[in-house]
């Protein structure tokens, strides 16, 4: 599907009438920082031939910049803002709820705002959790530690009436959720069913996902992070295998179904000789699967670092039954599965191996944000704050081609973002590890069954 077939258009509240607090300028060559206009705008599509014709553009096709408006909708004297981070931890979450109330409180003057604990259940009163005042004094040194200082959870996000309720009763007018693409499928249903009710409350999204799988915008905030933390273990992989005979290092990195964080940790690192992710299958058995090729690369060099993402593999393993509380597959564990096949192999050869196993997950989802990402998360919460402020909803704010942009939330969550295994990032992965481009023994046959699948993934 290309990019003309979406609406990039930004619902808004209304008319924006009051005079921003904020005194920036309207022209240029001043040296006084201007407002953004909602005449502002970006294009998605940058890939082009020399036969193609780009534009006139309907307003539709183009994203809307994200900025402080020189008029805005609320009254900060009568707002009542409310922040709410849900999902699994992620690097950068103190820091966009710093961002947000430094920014409500210093630059708009709002003075209530409320933090709901511990995600949507903050919000349902069966769990009987208390708000949190936040004012900058309480948020100023959050950044500095990871997790959250309002606590998340997963799930909740289907109960829409009770969510609304809550909303509405606690006089909010503007809500930040932060979170990933289940959480933002349920901060739209909200935002729509206060929309039903004639409410006028700003629902704004902030994107928090791990994996980086979000459509639409370059990265999500942690994403650099657990980068950095994942090359960490990376090393110790590889210091580990190097020091031993036959040493092997296997890491299980996130990515359910996205494997960016496994495809940079590679490239970032040039430690790694084989990285498995899910957009990429492949056969542990037979003259092309990984298991040959990792007896080989044993033979040769005497050591070998493994990235596995945690969604890879998954038609090889008995799947479990269900889902977790965020709606998500559950998946079979990758890492212990290939642990032990590992094992298997190497002891029915007779070859000697010495295996360690590595799964920093939690440590990375709970660490504090890189500076990258601290600068990144600043700006997305002080350009989700110009958005409320100026009357704006259902969105969430995205950086695309280095640019603050509003986007839909019902786009960003119409598809999910992977590792193209045509393109170049998979290619320079390729590249840095030496790793065969597939480890499959019937090339024909396994080309046919994937375009069947992505068959029926495009319906």
């Known amino acids: 599907m290309s990019d003309k077939q979406f609406d990039f258009s930004i619902a808004s509240l209304g008319p924006c009438k009051v005079k921003s607090p904020i005194q920036l300028s309207s022209v240029e060559g001043d040296f006084i920082a201007n407002y953004v206009t909602d005449d502002e705008f970006i294009r ?18 183009l994203l809307e910049k994200a900025g402080p408006r020189e008029n805005i909708f609320f009254n900060p004297s009568h707002v009542h803002a409310a922040i709410v981070t849900c999902g699994g931890l992620c690097p950068g979450l103190n820091d966009v709820v710093r961002s947000v109330v430094r920014c409500l409180w210093n630059r708009y003057g709002v003075k209530r705002i409320s933090g709901i604990r511990f995600g949507f ?25 990871g997790g959250s200082i309002l606590g998340t959870s997963r799930g909740g996000g289907d109960r829409v009436i009770e969510i609304a309720d809550a909303i509405e009763n606690m006089n909010i007018n503007m809500i930040f959720i932060i979170g990933g693409d289940g959480t933002q499928r349920g901060s739209l249903e909200v935002a729509e069913e206060i929309e039903k009710r004639g409410l006028k409350i700003a629902v704004i999204g902030i994107p928090k996902t791990v994996d980086n799988d979000l459509s639409f915008i370059q990265k999500s905030f942690g ?24 040493g092997i290092g296997l ?17 970032a690192s040039h430690e790694a000789n084989f990285v498995l992710i899910p957009e990429v299958p492949f056969e542990l058995e037979g003259p ?8 080989q690369r044993l033979r040769k060099r005497h050591h070998a670092v493994i ?40 002891k029915s050869i007779g070859m000697h191996i010495n295996l360690k196993y590595i799964d920093p997950s939690y440590q990375i989802r709970s660490a504090p944000a890189a500076p990258i990402d601290s600068i990144y998360c600043e700006r997305l919460g002080n350009n989700a704050v110009h958005a409320a402020m100026a009357g704006k909803t259902k969105l969430i704010i995205g950086l695309v081609h280095n640019k603050f942009v509003h986007l839909p939330i019902s786009v960003v969550t119409s598809k999910r973002n992977y590792v193209d295994p045509e393109g170049s990032l998979w290619r320079d992965c390729l590249d840095a590890t030496s790793q065969p481009i597939l480890m499959v023994n019937d090339r024909d046959a396994f080309l046919k069954n994937s375009l069947n699948r992505n068959r029926g993934k495009n319906r």
Not at 225 to 236: L, P
Request: with cysteine; glycine share 8%; aromatic share 6%.
């Open 121 to 145: 259940k903050g919000l349902l009163s069966e769990y009987g959790f208390e708000t949190l005042p936040l004012t900058p004094a309480i948020v100023d040194d959050c950044h500095k530690n």
């Open 288 to 295: 092309n699967g990984f298991l040959h090729h990792l007896e």
């Open 223 to 246: 994403f650099d992070t657990a980068v950095v933390k994942a090359a960490e273990s990376v090393a110790a992989a590889h210091m580990e295998a190097h020091s031993q005979i036959n």
């Open 307 to 346: 990235v596995v993402a945690e969604g890879a593999g998954q038609d090889l393993l008995k799947a479990e039954e269900g889902t977790d509380d965020s709606g998500n597959k559950k998946l079979a564990d990758i890492g212990v599965f290939l642990r032990d096949k590992m094992a298997t192999y190497f």
């Open 251 to 267: 890491v299980k990195l996130m990515g359910r179904e996205s494997g960016f964080i496994a495809t940079h940790t590679a490239i």
């Open 44 to 61: 998605y599509r940058l890939d082009t031939t020399t036969d193609d014709v780009v534009g006139p553009c309907a307003r539709s096709e």
